[in-house]
Each structure stands twice: as structure tokens, then as C-alpha cells.
């Protein structure tokens, strides 16, 4: 999707962020994946990423100042897969704690209801990416004990008895304390449904990619989180590429369902793309893609991204930051996951 198709769409905040990445772009002297491989190749890779590394630190304090100067103590953060969440909301904490703020977060994965309670998809599996898969009311009631300055008990969900549990810890928010929440559905009014809109700070994280393969062409977001995801899963979670390939169609369409239309509630969009990252990505990619069986389902996507990627000339990962957050596919990264 390019920004005419966005702007078509009435998606006016996600035209925004591409139109200030496109200004980055400019603003480092790149266009086009040639430009992108010119700078390697000439040696000038490292400097860089040190403009684009330092570029996006920027756009991660000007979240943290939103925060501060809207007086909200609850952030809800959303964005599709591997789009860098987790990442973000580590560095947007450190931002906050550097302008004298007390970041505080709790797991939505602790607020899953019983197992006997889940709702079923159309294939009788557990569903456990729909709105109904969450304890709604336990989550609004402690929620506003927190910000009211109340001690709560959190729940812990323990995914092999498919039970909600007691006896987690517990937290009390002082007035300098901000909570952070990272889930899905968080720009979704429906989990939230107890408190009041402008006592909530919403951000969207993606990887708004606006590098182009040439004069015409754009590199895919979702190819580029595609990728991303790859690398991941094998490096963590010891999937093959053939794998992720596989469960991705179904990974999209809850994104679809449960991300996208609510993307336009946030308060602001972080931009989790970095220019130079495909060309980082590439040495891991292209191993796992090339193991992909010809005679296989997901060989022709596998294909078509291995001959995306190959456009890139490679950049190694010794060069990348372990503050990056191309450190969260990578590997090597100086926070705690």
C-alpha cells in the first residue's frame, strides 16, 4: 500500500507516518534499495545507521514527551506482528524514566480467562487472539484500582492447567507512575470500555516500510514484518521458514480482524521500520528460505521473498546497535525479553 492508496482509504494518521518516514529518507539521501546498496558498498553503511538508529530514538522521545505532557498514566500499545512492540515499549519506558517518570507494565497474557470459558474459531480450536478470550471486566476493574492509586493482586494465567490464578504479585501506582500495556487489542474501545478516553495515551507500532525497490515498485510492510517474523520464530521459537510461511495466512487475517480497524484510535503511530534492515536480515532469511521443499505449498511465497531480499547487498550484524530494535529478530540485544 503507498500513501494514495492510504490516503484513499481515509486512513489519515497512517498517511502521516509514511509521509515523515519518506522525509527521513530524504533526509538520510536514500530512495531506492540502489541507494541502499550504493552506501554499502561505497563503505558508508555504518554512519548510516547510526543517523537511522539515532532518527528513531527521536520518534521514541517524542512518545515519551506526549506522555508526559497529556498527564495520562496508562499506555495502551498495539501493532500487527513483528512490528517491534516489545522493543518499543522497553525504549519508550527508558524515555519516560529519563524525564522523571516511573514506567510500570502488566501482561495481558495474564488476564486470559479460564480455558473452559475460551471461545472456539470456526475450526474448534481455542481462540485465543478474539476480545472474548480476556477476563474484559477483571482487566477495566484493576486497571482503574491502579490509576486510583489502589493496591491490586495481578492474576496469573498458567497455560498448561488453562486456569486463571491468584496469588500473583502485587502493585500499588504512585503518582509518577505510568502503565504500559502491550496487547492486540489495545486500541480496541471494547477492552477498555471503563475508562475514560482521554485518560488513555494509545500508540500504534508498525513497520511502515517506505523504501522502494526502484521508481515504481515499494517494499511490501507486510513482506518486510513477514521476514522479520521468519528470523524470529526460527531463532526463538525454532520453527523452520516453510512454518511461519504456513501459519502466516492465519496470523493476517487476525490482524485484519482485530488490529487494523482499530488503528486510527491512536494517539500516535511509531514507525518501527529501519532503511537498512533487509540488508541485515538477508543472511538469516536466505538459509532458512532455501531449506523451503519445492514440491511444497509455501515454496512459491518462500521464492518470491528470497528473490526480494537478494536485491539487498548484506550488512553484518556486528554493525548493528544492541540497542536496535532489529536486536529483537536478530538477536544479541542489551534488554531482557
Not at 144 to 158: C, F, K, R, S
Not at 210 to 222: E, G
Not at 319 to 337: C, K, N
Amino acid at each position: 500500500m503507498n500513501v494514495a492508496e492510504i490516503s484513499k482509504a481515509g486512513q489519515e494518521k497512517l498517511k502521516a507516518c509514511f509521509l515523515e518516514d519518506q522525509h527521513l529518507m530524504k533526509v538520510v539521501g536514500l530512495r531506492t534499495v540502489t541507494d541502499l546498496n550504493r552506501a554499502i558498498l561505497a563503505g558508508h553503511i555504518t554512519e548510516l545507521i547510526n543517523v537511522v538508529e539515532a532518527l528513531q530514538e527521536r520518534k521514541v522521545a517524542s512518545v515519551a514527551d506526549s506522555i508526559k505532557a497529556g498527564g495520562q498514566r496508562l499506555v495502551l500499545l498495539a501493532g500487527p506482528s513483528s512490528s517491534g512492540k516489545t522493543t518499543s515499549s522497553k525504549r519508550i519506558a527508558i524515555q519516560l524514566a529519563a524525564i522523571g517518570l516511573r514506567p510500570r507494565t502488566i501482561s495481558m497474557d495474564d488476564y486470559f480467562v479460564d480455558r473452559v470459558r475460551t471461545p472456539k474459531d470456526e475450526n474448534g480450536e481455542y481462540d485465543y487472539e478474539c476480545l472474548q478470550a480476556l477476563d474484559v471486566p477483571l482487566f477495566n476493574k484493576q486497571l482503574l484500582a491502579l490509576m486510583g492509586g489502589d493496591e491490586v493482586e495481578l492474576p496469573v494465567y498458567d497455560f498448561k492447567s488453562g486456569k486463571s490464578m491468584r496469588g500473583g504479585k502485587k502493585m500499588r501506582m504512585d503518582k509518577n507512575d505510568v502503565l504500559i500495556v502491550e496487547g492486540i487489542h489495545a486500541l480496541n474501545p471494547d477492552l477498555t470500555p471503563e475508562i475514560e478516553r482521554e485518560r488513555k495515551f494509545q500508540l500504534y507500532v508498525s513497520a511502515l516500510t517506505t523504501i522502494q525497490l526502484d521508481d515504481k515498485r515499494y517494499v511490501s510492510t507486510t513482506d518486510n514484518r513477514l521476514v522479520r517474523r521468519i528470523v524470529r520464530d526460527h531463532k526463538y521459537r525454532n520453527y523452520s521458514a516453510q512454518d511461519t510461511i504456513r501459519r502466516w495466512p492465519s496470523v493476517r487475517a487476525g490482524e485484519e480482524k482485530w488490529i487494523f480497524p482499530f488503528q486510527e484510535n491512536c494517539d500516535m503511530m511509531l514507525n518501527s521500520a529501519l532503511i537498512y534492515e533487509l540488508a541485515v536480515l538477508r543472511n538469516h532469511v536466505l538459509p532458512m528460505l532455501e531449506e523451503v521443499p519445492e514440491d511444497s505449498p509455501e515454496y512459491a511465497e518462500a521464492d518470491r521473498i528470497h528473490d526480494l531480499v537478494s536485491f539487498f547487498q548484506p550488512i553484518t550484524d556486528r554493525q548493528i546497535p544492541y540497542t536496535s530494535l532489529l536486536r529483537e529478530f536478530l538477536g544479541g540485544s542489551s534488554f531482557h525479553y
